[in-house]
Each structure stands twice: as structure tokens, then as C-alpha cells.
């Protein structure tokens, strides 16, 4: 086993707190677990852990941290040396409600990590408990109600940093990668497990540090997504692009903005997962790339400029 | 990464050889990678090995061997040391098509075991390669096509002895349970990764040794499985039990004999997986069982007494 | 166009009437249009009436009147003369919240029946208005949510006569039936339109009157309804067959019986219509009918003993 | 009944004839069921006629003829009296190995039709045959495998004047249209049963007469068409646009070239039927279709101008 079992949580911002949770909860389908004075700590209906979705109400929006649990208490030592070796580390903090201590560290492009093991599992109560007892709460058919946490994707300035950071300090994979003519990474695709990725990293050009490319759940089923297009259509959400399958990692996608502008994804990787212990990874080029998507659709636009916290012009926003 | 990394391929026997293959290839939509004097070597589209269904000409069905790769030549060394002092080794042998030497070793019911690392990867050619590069063949639509195998269900007398054997020689996890009001095993389902099972065992009562329950297959979506059963329906293939929802484990099945009577499964988990380190078996208890499958389905009683090789009477068969 | 345009809606009595109106609205995802003093008024989604199931507070269950819709005024009186001619008149009532006049006549079973032109259509307002405006209402995606009114199924001890009352009444075409070796209909499908059927009768032994087997809506996809079995799960909804696929008509079915005992189906016809002006009924025979249902599922005890109301014993309730 | 029945077939022409048929049989998944010295009669696994696609060797592309069948030989004389009225009748031809006599009539754009009610039925033989017997051949899994022909859309300089010739000639029913600004129609869409629409016509801006958009033939499911866009992607398909889900008409669509250039579509509407005697077409206002398809996505540019056969310059052609 890894050290770093999986992806954990990560903590959004909106500067429309109320809307924001409305919609995850109500359109998008996350359950509540439990709030505190600035946040309401969701998850999907069989994530394990209290909270895959810290939702905090902030003047802005964007990320403010990701984190990962890790396998045992001694694999957690063993990634701390790692990271105080890299310089990097913000030190450990007490958790919140979901969680016990966290070690805390940052990205070459600012964003913050941590990871911890000691984690609060969900206990579904009267009417949340599932009529089978292998899933984590039941199947509450609200909303989109994607199954659990997928990935994440970052944005940075310089990507062969991220890829850096994320081999070194959480001992992650890449999996898939895009590498422009001049040999620079455009993107980059990582994973602690069999999944076959669990954070994205790609270019972010506007300079501002730190940013938020998007956050996707997991569904069931390829016309979980279909469905969930409609739904979003009936609530007035900003649908973005999809649904449509991606080229790299071919998972069937859908993006929407959720109201204070962060970008949420839907997903479905049908079966695939990574089991060679030897992967290479995938490199695709500019010229695969500009075959668009799997299917042909063109990458749009805001793809490549939409990050949360939003960029100041030139920019498409 | 545990030392071993996944299910790689089982060894199917059959007495009706040419139709077996028939069915393996057009109606269940394997391909075929190479062949010797006793065997075809066949693979999904998205099995990234040589060989994950080794099909053997023989005088009678069941599994002749069941084969798990290893994440590294020392992990491979590190197995082969617990195995040998669990007084279970059958030794060496060289490979065969697929994969390099192998360290074989027995189950206490009698399924032949091997684990290696050096294996041989499938690489596609002329108009077998995929539109997309991280896929390891073309998706070629042929029968029901699945993407991977997914996972083994053996029989033996004695459940927990293979539980013991499971999490010993292979470090595998035990996922879920089904504990009979006497306190003893009807099932164990085992995983070396992060997939819910690689294998299961399920409990037989005929005194035959080292049976065979069924070998699976995962596809992408549930419609993949539908559309399967009209597959199977109008190639005259015996579909013994589904499409439905198994409560144990929570995946979409459907059950057919392929035409010497090995029973082979399509199945599709969705986005379950076992991400938690600390995952905890789940105990399905016989009054828990008497509900049937998950949507209420009762389990076909030949379910609990076909197997390969067939046994003698008293059975249904 | 014929005389009839469609099965337009169903009155169904239930003796546990807001647990019934729960299941129909939370769970099976119907859409309350208005009410009376007795009942409330029903209808999927898409559908374009005010009311397709009229769900009557009552002293016991089963069905109270079935309605189909003429298509023109016109129509109506060539259909009303025809009745009469047949000596099973009831006479004029003036139509209730959902339509307005309409004549009623009764089955030789005992089903009354009423036919009708002047409707009232759903008129979405608020909340309900759908993004797009070729559906009737905004796809509310609560519980199950099918898109449609599909079918009725009626029990009667001759099926014969219900064969003649059907295509001479309303001039129903006979698109499939099931003949016993001994000559008599065990079963019969029909249609006024290109559905490939609106209304089946099956063979009721019980000697009670006027019997209901179930009453069926259409959901879009087959993914809906295993969807909606997992919902029927969580909702402690009993599932009395399914997810499977009828040989008779073809179509994807979940049976379960709502609170107060009344059969519910959701069902998907795929793609199939009935365009051949000049379709000849297809015949199953009782040696067809032992294969069961199209995957080989055999046909549950309970669908030829459990009706409603319910028959006293001998019956398997 | 109305006096046509349904849409029966289309002739399309094309100067890649072996080609085109290699893609129309191992690719889209149309069977053959017999051929003369210029054609290929084509139909889906469960078209009940001998032939619902004619491909016919030419020096050029588009459609020769559109042809619908009548709903009995008295409905069939009334319609021909309506056409000799309206002064566009060709006069009877003889057939050809698909049916009986037919009578031709031009569209004011040009287009050939053709009515008939002698039909040839398909006969399933030998492998051929299905396991059910209501579907007209086995669901052979081929390709694409679609189950029936669903509509064509053809091109014309006025949608006016083929909304009156539809509408007058065969009876059809409008059930949606887009109305510009100027109060001109950009599109129309017919039927003459309860299916949603059988014929779209939609506006052409190049001056060449008689042109056409595509040919579509409807899928059961909608994965049907998310796996048939992989078919696509591994067989070098030029896929033009979706899969996604149209707004007018709500159907879920994937369109690709056949090697000559004709636009062919797939289609599943889902349990969409029009039912109601009295529908009022859906008015589409520019406002309206600037929102795009029905999840966003901006209708292609090629949509405008792509048309068999192609027009000269200035076109994207």
C-alpha cells in the first residue's frame, strides 16, 4: 500500500455562500455532514469520511486546501520527512470537524496541501442509513447524487513544478501527460492509487498563484451525467461544456460553474483503472491535442482562461 | 504499492474447445493474442497484458491455474518467502506465451496458484490500434466486448481456509463476508488493490476438490450488460441468472455457461472502490442473505451447486 | 388518425391514501396537478394533460375508471354510436377537474371505461415552467420521474371478450396475445396508436370482478428504472420482479406494489413502435411462454394471483 | 388511420459506392437484404420492410428518392387524388425489389417522393431468424445496430412552401418550427403518426436545388449512441457534431459523414411521442435557438452549409 491511500477533501471558496450551497446540496446532490462558524462540510452519498467538500464562505472563491489521507500513522511520518526535506512544509494543524491533526504544506504555485490520517467516518443515522450495508449512506436520488470524490485539477504557471512536488511529496504517479512542441508541460495527470488520476495539474497563464481549475465527483454510470445535464438545464446552471468524453484519461465529463463561479465536473471512467505497477505514462502532443476532445469537440475556450479566484484582464471573463 | 498489484489472467479448461473459444471470442468479445498446442491466449480490449484468459483444450472444464502479477522483482522475492514457509509452494516454472517464470503454489481447496512480475504486454498493431492513445487496443465492438477482467470466484470446502490462505500468500484484504448463524464462512471476497474483489470463494458442498465458480469480466456501463443479455439471447448462449444487482459487493451481474459449462459473469461496479486503508470487512448474515440479490431477486439454487468440473450426484445438474 | 388518440389516465383507489399519494409523488415521482374532495390528480412530466392518475381515497383498491382520449368530437359520437350498439352503455357524466364530458361504458369484466374529447392540459407555471418549451413540464428529476403514461393491464376471467370489447369499442388494434394449447387467450395487448400497446388484459381465475393487474409509465431510458429500483429499495417499496426484459412486447420492466397493494411498472420500449399498417398479431404459445421472460427469468407466482382488489383465498396473499 | 403510415425508405445516392456500403453494413450496422445492378437494399435489425435505405452507385451524392408508405389502397388513391391536385405528380413507376407499384411526386424544392401501399415484408431466414418473435430479425449487435429508420431532413430554398407541400400531400402533422425575425422559417418538422417527426425540412441558402441534410435511424437507448461514437472514433468516421441533446425536438444525437459525404445521424427521443390530437407546433424564435443545442453547445457552423450534394463555393466545403 502507498503511504497516500487517497484524495481526501478539498476546501472550496464562494463569496456567495448561500447559493453556492444550494447548489451542491439540492442541484449537484452532496449531503451535509455538519457546519461550523464558516463552513458546511459536504460529501457524496458513499464517500466514507465526514467531508470530501469543505464549502467556507470567503470575499472570493477558488481553493483553499487539498487534502489527502494516508495510509497509517507511520506512512504519515514517513511523507512528513519528506516534505520538511523539500522545504515546503506550513507545519500541522489541529484539523476541524472532520478530521483529526494535518500536516500542512504548500505547492510551488501556492497551493496548500496537508494530509492526515486520523479521519472522522461518516455513521448514516434514521432515514440516511442504506438499505445495504456496504455503501456508506443510502442512495438519496437528489440531484446529480454522483457516488464519491473523483479528482481535482489545479492550475500553475509552470507544470514540471507541480509534477515535481506531487512525485516527491505525496510519492504520486503520472499517468497521462501533455507535452507542448517546445517540450514544456501543459498539463500533467497524477494518482496515489489505482484510480486513474486524482489531481490535474494544468498551465495557467494569467499569473495569479494559486488557482482552481475544477473539482469532479464520480458517478455511477455514463447517463448519470446525461441526467444530470438536465438537471442542471431545469436550475438555470452554467453548463460549460459536455457532456463529451475526454482524449486524455477518456472519462466521460460535464462541466458547470457553480453560482459564485468555481468550476465542478462530473465524471465517469467507466472501468478503467490504472493496475500495471510498470505504467508508463501517456504523452500526448500538440498535434493529438488539437484533434479536440475524444469525439472531436473543440476544447472551448474558457477552458484554458476560467480559474477561480478569476484572473484580472485580458482575460475571457 | 502492495507486492502484488492484481489479478492477471486465469487458466480455463475446456472439452469443447472449438466452440468454448467460439463463444470466448465472437459472442463474449475477447481477442485472441497468440496460441500454442493446448491453448488460445485471449484478453479484453483494455487488458494491458499478453494474456488475462488462457483457454486449454482438455478432457474435462474447471480452472487449471489462476495467476496474480506482483508489483516488483523484490516483491515477488518477498511473496515467495511467506508462501514457502506456508508449506504451499509448488515451485519454478518457466512462463509460457504471456508472461516470464512463475512461482507456482496451491490453495488448501487445490487451485493451482502463480505470481510473477516479468510479464508480457499486449501491443496492438495495423488495425488493432486504438484511436486513443492510452487505451491498449482499439474498442472493437465485437459481442459484448468488456474492458478488463474483473475478478475469480473459487469453491472450496472450507472457506476459511482460504481466507487464511488469501491474506497470507497474497496480502490480500478481505472486503466483505457472509457469516453463517453457526459461525462459519459461506463467502469471502478478497482484494489485493483497490478494486472491491479480485476474487471470491464461495462455499462447496459436493467434496470435489479445487472447483471453479465463475470467472468476470468488467464493462464500462450496466448497458453494456443488457445489451449483452439480447447478445447472449440471440446466440443461443444459457443465461443462468440477471441482469440484476448483487447485495454483496453492489455490482450489476449477469451469469452464462459458456458451452462447455464454465459459468462466466459480465459485471459492472460503477465508481466503487475500496479507497479507505482501515476498510473494514462488511458481515452479511444469513437472515441478511434471505433477502436475495438487492432488488430482491432470489439467488438460483444453481448457483450454489454448478461448478467446473461438474460433481457427481446428488446436484442439479 | 383513429377515432381514440391514447389511453389518457386511470382512477385508482387506495385504501392507505397518503401513503399511497407519498409513493406516487416522493418516490415514483408523479406531479400533483389539483384535488377534490376525494382525490388527487396525478401526472408524469411530459405528460400533456392535466391528470394521467387519479389516486381516490377508498374503502379498498383496484382501479375505478379508465379513460381514453377521442380525437376529435366527431370521433367521439362515431365511438359513442358503436357502444351503444353493443348494449354496454353507462351514459354521460360531466368530467371532474381534469376533463370535461365524457361517456362511460363498461368491460365484460366489469371495468368501466369512459371515453372523452373536451381536456384540460397542463398549464406549467412558476417553478414547474421547463427550460425547453416542447415538454410539458420542467423535468423535476424527484424519484423515479418517468416521462409518460404507458399502459394499463386489467385482469378478466375471459379474455376473449375483452378482445371483442377492446377492438369493437375503441376500436383497438391486437398487437400480441398469448394462446393456450387448449385455443384460449391467456393474454392480449392493445393499441389505438403506434405504442406497441396501451392496454393488456390477462386471464383472472380468481372469479372476482373488474380486477386491476397494474398500471405502467414510460421512462426514457432502461438506466431510469434500475435507477428508480435502487430508490424503490431505499424507500422500502416492495419490489415483486425485475429489472428484466418481456419476451411478450419487449419492453424493460420493474414491477412493485405501492402502498396500498396496487401493481406499479416503469417500463422502456426502446425505440419500438408499431408502423405497419397491416400488423398481424404475434402468437405466443404456451411452449413459448415457458422460456419465461426474455432473458430467461422466470415469470413470478404472484403476477397471476396478486390483484387488486384482492381476491380472498386460495391465493398466495 | 391516417392515409400515410409512416416514412418507408430513402434512396441515397453515392460516388463512393463500395464504401458507402461497407459503412452503412460493418459500421452503422444495416443488414442487406438484396441487391439489383445499381443498389443495395439496407434496413435496421427490426424494420419490418424489405428496405428502408436504397444505396444506389452514382456520379454523385444526396437523395434520389423519399418514399411513405400509405395505410391501405383506398388511402393510397385519396392521396394521389390530392396530388394530381396540387400539380406535382410524376406518375406510377413499377417498383423495385422493395415494393409494389409507387406513385412519384416533387417536392417545390425538387426532391422526388414517392407513395405506395404494396409492400415486401422482410422474412428472417436461418441465422438470421430471432429469439423473439416480435422483432423482425435477430439483433445481430453489428456496428452501430440501430433498431428502425426514424426521419430524414432535407434542404430547400423556402421551408414555406415544403411546410405546405408536407403538410398537403401526405397530411403530415408540423410539430415544431423555427420562425425567424423576419417571420421566415428556418426549419420544420412533420409527421404523419405519433412519432415526434418523420421529416424535418430546414433552410438551404446555396441555390442548388433538391438537396439533402441527413438520414437518421433511432437507437434504443442513448448509450446506444455513446458507444456507437467510439465505433465511430476506431473507424475513422468523420464525426461532425454531439453526441448531445438537441433542443427542438429533445432528441439526443450524433451526426457523422458516410465516406461520399451524406450526413447521417442517430437519434433516441427517449419515450417521446406526440399523443395529443390537437398539438400546436413549437414555435423556436432566433432568441431562442442562440441558446444553442439543449445543453449549450453552439450548433455547428458546417450544419448551415453541408448538404449532399455539395454546393459550389462559397461554401465551408
Given at each position: 500500500m502507498n503511504d497516500i491511500s487517497h484524495l481526501a477533501h478539498v476546501e472550496i471558496l464562494t463569496n456567495k455562500f448561500e447559493e453556492s450551497l444550494d447548489f451542491f446540496t439540492r442541484v449537484y446532490g452532496l449531503s451535509e455532514s455538519g457546519r461550523d462558524a464558516t463552513s458546511v462540510y459536504l460529501r457524496a452519498?458513499?464517500?466514507?469520511?465526514?467531508?470530501?467538500l469543505k464549502l467556507t464562505r470567503s470575499e472570493t472563491t477558488g481553493v483553499a486546501h487539498i487534502a489527502y489521507r494516508a495510509s497509517s500513522p507511520e506512512a504519515l511520518e514517513r511523507r512528513i520527512k519528506v516534505i520538511e526535506g523539500m522545504g515546503c512544509a506550513e507545519g500541522w494543524i489541529d484539523g476541524d470537524l472532520s478530521h483529526g491533526p494535518a500536516f500542512q504544506f504548500r505547492s510551488p504555485a501556492g497551493h496548500l496541501f496537508e494530509i492526515y490520517y486520523e479521519t472522522k467516518r461518516y455513521q448514516a443515522e434514521g432515514?440516511?442509513?442504506?438499505?445495504?450495508?456496504?455503501?456508506?449512506?443510502?442512495?438519496?436520488?437528489?440531484?446529480?447524487?454522483?457516488r464519491r470524490i473523483d479528482h481535482l485539477n489545479i492550475l500553475a504557471p509552470v507544470v514540471e513544478d507541480i509534477e515535481t512536488f506531487m512525485t516527491t511529496a505525496l510519492g504520486s504517479k503520472v499517468t497521462e501527460k501533455i507535452v507542448l512542441d517546445?517540450?514544456?508541460?501543459?498539463g500533467c495527470w497524477f494518482t496515489?492509487?489505482?484510480?486513474?488520476?486524482d489531481l490535474a495539474c494544468t498551465c495557467d497563464?494569467?499569473?495569479?498563484?494559486?488557482?482552481f481549475h475544477h473539482v469532479t465527483y464520480a458517478t455511477d454510470q455514463r447517463e448519470d451525467i446525461l441526467r444530470a445535464a438536465d438537471i442542471f438545464l431545469e436550475n438555470g446552471v452554467?453548463?460549460?461544456?459536455?457532456p463529451h468524453k475526454h482524449a486524455v484519461q477518456g472519462t466521460f465529463f460535464l462541466y458547470v460553474w457553480e453560482p459564485a463561479g468555481n468550476r465542478v465536473e462530473l465524471a465517469n471512467a467507466g472501468?478503467?483503472?490504472?493496475?500495471?505497477?510498470d505504467w508508463e505514462p501517456v504523452i500526448w502532443t500538440e498535434s493529438d491535442r488539437k484533434?479536440?476532445?475524444?469525439?472531436?469537440?473543440?476544447?472551448?475556450?474558457?477552458?484554458?482562461t476560467h480559474g477561480t479566484p478569476p484572473a484580472p484582464a485580458p482575460s475571457d471573463e
Open positions: 452519498w458513499d464517500d466514507y469520511e465526514f467531508c470530501t432515514a440516511e442509513k442504506p438499505a445495504l450495508k456496504n455503501v456508506a449512506q443510502r442512495y438519496h436520488a437528489r440531484g446529480a447524487a454522483p517546445d517540450g514544456r508541460l501543459a496515489v492509487n489505482n484510480k486513474t488520476y497563464f494569467t499569473g495569479v498563484p494559486a488557482r452554467h453548463i460549460e461544456t459536455g472501468a478503467r483503472l490504472i493496475l500495471d505497477p484533434k479536440g476532445q475524444a469525439w472531436g469537440l473543440k476544447t472551448i475556450s474558457s477552458f484554458h
